[in-house]
C-alpha cells in the first residue's frame, strides 16, 4: 500500500507544478502583452519563479518516493 501513496504523492506533487508553472506562464504573458517594453525583466523573473515552484515539485516527488 505504501508504494501506491507515495505514487499518489508524486503525481500530486506534479500536478501542483503543472498548474503552478502554467499560473506563472500565463500571467507573464499578460504582463508583457500590458508593458511590452518590460518583456526581458518579466521572462526572467518568470523563468525564476518557474524553477523555484519545479524544485519545490521535485522534492516533494522525492519525499512521496523515500516514504513509498
Known amino acids: 500500500m505504501g508504494t501506491g501513496v507515495a505514487a499518489i504523492g508524486a503525481g ?3 500536478i501542483g507544478a503543472g498548474i503552478g508553472i502554467g499560473r506563472i506562464g ?3 504573458l499578460e ?3 500590458r508593458q511590452p517594453e518590460l518583456a526581458g525583466k518579466i521572462q526572467t ?3 525564476i519563479a518557474a524553477a523555484l515552484v519545479e524544485g519545490a515539485a ?3 516527488i522525492v519525499v512521496a ?3 513509498g
Do not use: K
Open 26 to 28: 500565463g500571467s507573464a
Open 45 to 47: 523573473v518568470m523563468l
Open 12 to 14: 500530486l506533487a506534479a
Open 31 to 33: 504582463a508583457m502583452a
Open 65 to 67: 518516493m523515500l516514504q
Open 58 to 60: 521535485l522534492f516533494g
